[in-house]
């Protein structure tokens, strides 16, 4: 019997990677709108660099914890809050909510990745979507014609994943991102996913079949709640 002690796997997360998640958490959206405008002030080559310190739990080096704590320590102090909070919403108000560019890939489901590594391409603005948290476009065909391919929707976050059956949302899901009509499932923890196209067929089968899928497995749930549709010429 081998008694060679196993190495140790488990990886160490040092106290101010914990500190720098916390405070990330608390102040995305207020004193900065994502990781790439956030990786471009700590000095990162990359926005990933952050996505993998918050998700992966990657150990931050001191010195971009010094300087992150020195940039927003207003903001951490609880000066700047009130005023970002009032800007923010003049902000939106006047300028929309931000728009992020996506590809699909060949089969029209999009492989997931952080949009916060993302820039805004522009911004959307017009009445009704003031509650709404961000746009982006629309990839395939599987919810036409509700949705048709490279339009825009405007998108509200639910934090609460409370489903709405029958309505259209926007989802994260394993490791894709999709849009699909959500209806109830067999069981109480779980949907359907619907597609509206139900006319394109493969053989005798729906090229986009329904399937469950488990809420709790939904990393992030939007409602979809405005559409702007491509203008033929």
């Given at each position: ?9 488990i990886?160490t997360v ?11 958490n ?33 150990n ?6 010094r300087?992150?704590k ?15 909070t ?89 490791e ?19 597609s ?8 005798n ?29």
């Amino acid at each position: 019997m081998d008694d060679t002690p196993k190495p140790n796997k488990i990886k160490t997360v040092r106290p101010e990677t914990l500190e720098f998640i916390i405070l990330y958490n608390q102040l995305k959206g207020k004193a900065f709108m994502g990781n790439a405008q956030l990786a471009e002030a700590l000095g990162f080559n990359s926005p990933s660099s952050i996505t993998e310190i918050v998700k992966s739990r990657q150990n931050i080096d001191p010195e971009k914890l010094r300087i992150f704590k020195e940039k927003y320590r207003d903001f951490i102090t609880g000066k700047k809050q009130a005023t970002t909070t009032e800007n923010n919403t003049v902000n939106k108000t006047e300028e929309g909510i931000p728009m992020y560019e996506i590809s699909a890939t060949a089969s029209g489901v999009e492989v997931y990745n952080d949009i916060n590594d993302s820039m805004p391409v522009g911004r959307m603005n017009f009445p009704g979507i003031e509650d709404c948290d961000f746009a982006l476009p629309v990839w395939g065909h599987s919810m036409y014609p509700y949705l048709e391919n490279g339009c825009w929707v405007a998108l509200k976050v639910i934090h609460d994943k409370k489903i709405l059956p029958g309505e259209v949302y926007y989802i994260e899901w394993g490791e894709y991102r999709m849009y699909k009509r959500l209806l109830a499932g067999d069981n109480p923890d779980e949907v359907i996913a619907h597609s509206d196209n139900t006319t394109e067929m493969i053989g005798n089968r729906l090229k986009y079949a329904p399937f469950s899928i488990k809420i709790a497995d939904i990393k992030k749930l939007c409602l979809v709640k405005d559409i702007h549709k491509k203008h033929n010429h």
